[in-house]
């Protein structure tokens, strides 16, 4: 496998799900924009999280559109899809992600507060940093 590090926002909400043998599996799906101008593009990477970091702390700060810092494995996946057509996805299983630019709140925490943001991560990091 190859190392990677991405730094981009969540297109979805963490997802946790347990494989039959009870291991825990959290996804990501995290769009990185390269490039400016006309000729900027968004790739998107399929990340995961296993065991016990998959149920950790992190996973309600894991929304969408959350900026994120990702260092892990790179693989392609490759596929056929239905009607025969050959594709490949890339899949990054996590060693380390961090928090960028604050944690989000919730709604209700909002309206009460008036802010957007609640603390910069950089406070909580020891919490939330695998």
Same mark, same amino acid.
């Given at each position: 496998?190859?190392?990677?590090?991405?730094?981009?926002?969540?297109?979805?909400?963490?997802?946790?799900?347990?494989?039959?043998?009870?291991?825990?599996?959290?996804?990501?799906?995290?769009?990185?924009?390269?490039?400016?101008?006309?000729?900027?593009?968004?790739?998107?990477?399929?990340?995961? @999280?296993?065991?016990?970091?998959?149920?950790?702390?992190?996973?309600?700060?894991?929304?969408?559109?959350?900026?994120?810092?990702?260092?892990?494995?790179?693989?392609?996946?490759?596929?056929?899809?239905? +009607?025969?057509?050959?594709?490949?996805?890339?899949?990054?299983?996590? +060693?380390?992600?961090? @928090?960028?630019?604050?944690?989000?709140?919730?709604?209700?925490?909002?309206?009460?507060?008036?802010?957007?943001?609640?603390?910069?991560?950089?406070?909580?990091?020891?919490?939330?940093?695998?």
């Amino acid at each position: 496998m190859i190392s990677i590090s991405l730094t981009g926002n969540l297109g979805n909400d963490a997802e946790v799900r347990h494989l039959p043998n009870g291991t825990a599996v959290a996804e990501i799906s995290v769009a990185v924009s390269v490039g400016y101008g006309d000729r900027k593009q968004t790739d998107w990477y399929r990340c995961q @999280l296993w065991g016990k970091r998959a149920e950790g702390g992190i996973i309600q700060y894991l929304k969408k559109g959350t900026q994120v810092a990702i260092t892990g494995q790179l693989k392609m996946n490759k596929w056929t899809t239905g +009607d025969g057509v050959e594709k490949t996805t890339p899949d990054v299983s996590i +060693d380390q992600i961090d @928090l960028i630019g604050g944690v989000q709140q919730q709604p209700a925490q909002q309206q009460a507060s008036g802010n957007q943001y609640q603390q910069p991560v950089s406070s909580v990091d020891e919490d939330i940093r695998f």
